[in-house]
Nanobody
Framework: QVQLVESGGGLVQAGGSLRLSCAASGRTFSSYAMGWFRQAPGKEREFVAAINWSGGSTYYADSVKGRFTISRDNAKNTVWLQMNSLKPEDTAVYYC????????????????WGQGTQVTVSS
């Protein structure tokens, strides 16, 4: 069982940056692949970024590639999403998720989810 708590969301102007954190409970964090997803009002939840258990492999949605960076520190049971050059279309609730099965873009492979943190980008 893993519990995930996101933080770091807020209101930022277009072009600005935010760093989201996801703190995980449990002693098996290093065995999980981690992902970030987001959901804007009236839209389906979408994949943002993922990282494998060691941090050696990362994956990004095309819409955030080159602007967002996912990273993790297994000693701190934490995964981060550094978001730069933010755009109004990045406005959403951001969720972190953990998977024991695989690293990937599909929400169905993730077993545990956080409660989400709101990111609002003003134009």
């Amino acid at each position: 069982q893993v519990q995930l708590v996101e933080s770091g969301g807020g209101l930022v102007q277009a072009g600005g940056s935010l760093r989201l954190s996801c703190a995980a409970s449990g002693r098996t964090f290093s065995s999980y692949a981690m992902g970030w997803f987001r959901q804007a009002p009236g839209k389906e939840r979408e994949f943002v970024a993922a990282i494998n258990w060691s941090g050696g492999s990362t994956y990004y949605a095309d819409s955030v590639k080159g602007r967002f960076t996912i990273s993790r520190d297994n000693a701190k049971n934490t995964v981060w999403l550094q978001m730069n050059s933010l755009k109004p279309e990045d406005t959403a609730v951001y969720y972190c998720a953990a998977s024991q099965r695989a690293t990937g873009r599909l929400s169905s492979i993730y077993d545990y989810w956080g409660q989400g943190t709101q990111v609002t980008v003003s134009s």
